[in-house]
């Protein structure tokens, strides 16, 4: 019996490395995405000009990052239901749901950044977070990455349905191609090399849109095909179906509430931040991107627990769902220990690869040391996050994110910088202290087990 045990659990694990490491490695590339763009400009021209460039690419980010956000907030309904499908043997309902989740998010989603963007240049930015001299520096690439977000939203879709079959080594095959693609195009449109024009941050901006476009054309043709769990038959056309609409609602109306609530306690916090002038702001930004890539293995952990629990809870095997669960939270804990170790000991050469500011380097190490205690808690509150989503218990994540960021992060950041005197430093204090509350909000709904028995149609 012991030995059956074992290997049960090295089975488990199995699974777990299977779906995990392909999709770390995908979200990885696509943080460094972004995280190169804001790199190579923050290298380019004078100190003052990589401060504005910086700046710019962190207010494009709002925009991108609430487009994103909703997007998730959308598609988590369409993995659940991927998974849970599959875990039911139903796997004739997967492609109405491959449909439901692409055309949803191109018409309610898509549409709104469009118009913003294009239509809203300046007001948009300016409402993020910028200024005109950061609006004259970036609004053209501003543009260029709202136009890019009709493909970047094409992929996460794609992405988001094939992480629901268990298939993510396709997202990170083609996460590659991408970041291969941008890292040479910003090199050539950036700099002005050969026969390309230098275009600086507008270069960085067309570069991205152009490898999320290549992206988009590898994954539709893959689609196409019929030999995979997720296609696309396009001659069989579309037909709305009522209990996909029903459980996509029941799943994405909390995740994107919870996204707002995350997008409005955000664009709050940011506003504070750039009330401490150019040097804060942009250390803000580069503490954003760096956090922004160390919660990578979180999240990749947290798919992949999604995944797992929403095929065991098809199966109805609860058990297995909880130990999906744990054992995700084991390895996600473990690598959140080992950044923060790598944040706290060399974050002032972390931060210099951004940018030459002396001033902002000073500061943004202060700030990784700080982001190292944000990881064990933002790690595992994450994960678990996770594993609820892929059981349909969305509404319990939503009111960590509400509780967290909405008051907690918005509060304490007004009495930390504004009170207390503490500048960029409490801001971040502040999330430390969000991150802490949203940690005991979805470990207590976990531990309740009421997670395991959320009805999908």
């Not at 199966?315 to 999906?324: P, T």
């Not at 999330?431 to 997670?451: P, S």
Request: one cysteine or more; glycine letters at 10%.
């Amino acid at each position: 019996m012991t030995i059956d045990i074992k290997e049960e659990r090295s089975k488990e694990r199995k699974n777990i490395l299977k779906i995990a490491i392909p999709v770390l490695a995908e979200l990885l590339l696509a943080s460094l995405l972004g995280m190169v763009d804001m790199i190579m400009v923050g290298r380019y021209g004078s100190s003052k000009l990589s401060s504005l460039n910086i700046s710019s690419i962190g207010v494009t980010n709002q925009l991108v990052f609430l487009g994103l956000s909703m997007i998730q907030a959308l598609t988590v309904g369409g993995t659940a239901m991927i998974s849970r499908y599959i875990g039911q043997n139903r796997k004739d309902r997967i492609e109405s749901v491959v449909k439901h989740v692409v055309l949803l998010v191109q018409i309610f989603m898509v549409l709104p950044i469009l118009i913003i963007g294009l239509g809203f240049t300046d007001q948009a930015m300016i409402f993020f977070g910028g200024s005109p001299e950061i609006n004259a520096a970036g609004s053209g690439y501003f543009r260029v990455i709202a136009v890019g977000f009709i493909f970047q939203s094409f992929n996460f879709a794609i992405f988001a349905s094939l992480r629901g079959s268990g298939n993510t080594k396709t997202p990170m095959k083609v996460s590659i191609l991408a970041n291969i693609t941008n890292v040479f195009g910003n090199y050539l449109l950036i700099y002005g090399i050969g026969p390309f024009p230098e275009l600086g941050i507008l270069g960085a901006g067309i570069s991205t849109s152009f490898s999320y476009f290549l992206s988009s054309m590898i994954l539709f043709f893959y689609v196409l095909k019929t030999d995979h769990l997720i296609k696309l038959k396009i001659s069989d056309g579309f037909k709305f179906d009522k209990d996909i609409i029903y459980n996509m609602l029941k799943i994405g109306f909390p995740s994107m509430l919870e996204q707002v609530a995350l997008r409005v306690g955000i664009l709050i916090f940011v506003r504070l931040v750039s009330s401490l002038g150019p040097v804060a702001f942009a250390t803000h930004q580069i503490g954003i991107s760096i956090i922004n890539l160390s919660f990578t293995q979180s999240q990749g952990l947290g798919i992949t627990a999604s995944a797992l629990v929403g095929r065991s809870l098809g199966e109805e095997n609860y058990d297995l769902a909880e130990r999906y669960i744990e054992e995700c939270n084991k390895y996600s804990l473990i690598l959140s220990i080992i950044i923060g170790g790598i944040f706290f000991l060399f974050g002032g050469e972390i931060v210099s690869l951004y940018t030459e500011n002396k001033d902002v380097i000073t500061e943004g190490e202060s700030i990784l040391k700080l982001i190292a205690f944000v990881q064990p808690f933002q790690s595992v509150q994450l994960t678990t996050s996770g594993g609820l989503r892929g059981a349909g218990d969305t509404m319990w994540t939503m009111i960590s994110t509400l509780i967290g960021i909405t008051f907690v992060r918005t509060i304490f950041g007004r009495y930390f910088v504004l009170s207390l005197g503490l500048g960029l430093f409490g801001a971040w204090l502040a999330l430390l202290v969000d991150q802490a509350i949203r940690w005991i909000v979805i470990r207590f709904r976990y531990k309740t087990g009421k997670w395991k028995y959320v009805k999908l149609r």
